[in-house]
């Protein structure tokens, strides 16, 4: 089975890459051709995850024949959050764009790549929780998977907290601050094996792949 991945996220590729079943054969949108914008205009993580499964979905539809779509071509998209107790579920939805938000933008004016804007984002999230006792938080992963056979949206959590200072330098987004109910490092600095078996999106895309175990061949 053949499914396009709604992201060109090198990172999140290869760990959807590490986790999804033998038989399943993961493409990015620029592997397929799809270089629009998508605009992410939910207001929840499951409203941006179905927006981005559609959004690609149709455009497969409009490009590829039809007998391709029927044979076991599908899409699926995430949107990832995280949700921090103390500030009552921010980021959230506005997780990976949170240094943007407000009078934030201007610690880092000039934030184009990836590397500095999420340097920016967790630099928000300590001076946020600056001074606060609870630390609390968890991510969330929403999946929208769509093939020509059905349509359903899986979530994944994993609860922890943030740590007061960034720790580790593996992972992406806010893995430096993270730290894992049951661990005593950040994801940032837990072997990828470890991260994978247990983080958000993994847990999503565990039950993601209890259903395609379902697809017929």
């Known amino acids: ?45 499951a409203e941006n995850s179905a927006i981005k499964a559609h959004t690609v979905y149709q455009w497969l539809q409009d490009h590829m024949a039809k007998e391709q779509m029927a044979s076991g071509f599908g899409v699926f998209a995430d949107d990832t959050g995280l949700e921090i107790d103390a500030l009552d579920g921010a980021p959230g939805v506005y997780t990976a764009r949170w240094y943007r938000l407000g009078a934030d933008a201007a610690q880092c004016p000039q934030c184009q790549n990836e590397t500095e804007v999420f340097a920016a984002n967790r630099a928000k999230a300590l001076r946020e929780l600056n001074g606060k006792a609870n630390r609390h ?19 994944g959590i994993v609860r922890g907290q943030i740590a007061t200072e960034e720790h580790g330098e593996g992972g992406f987004g806010y893995d430096p601050l993270f730290i894992p109910e049951g661990y005593d490092q950040t994801f940032g600095e837990l072997p990828v094996e470890i991260k994978n078996s247990i983080s958000h999106r993994a847990r999503a895309l565990e039950k993601l792949a209890e259903v395609l175990k379902t697809y017929p061949d």
């Open 1 to 45: 089975m053949r499914l396009v991945f709604a992201s060109n996220n090198a990172h999140k590729l290869s760990e959807v890459r590490e986790i999804m079943p033998a038989g399943i054969e993961v493409l990015s949108l620029r592997e397929v051709g799809f270089e629009a914008e998508i605009d992410e205009t939910g207001t929840t993580l």
């Open 137 to 155: 938080a968890q991510f969330k992963t929403v999946i929208t998977l769509i093939t020509p056979a059905q349509e359903i949206q899986v979530e």
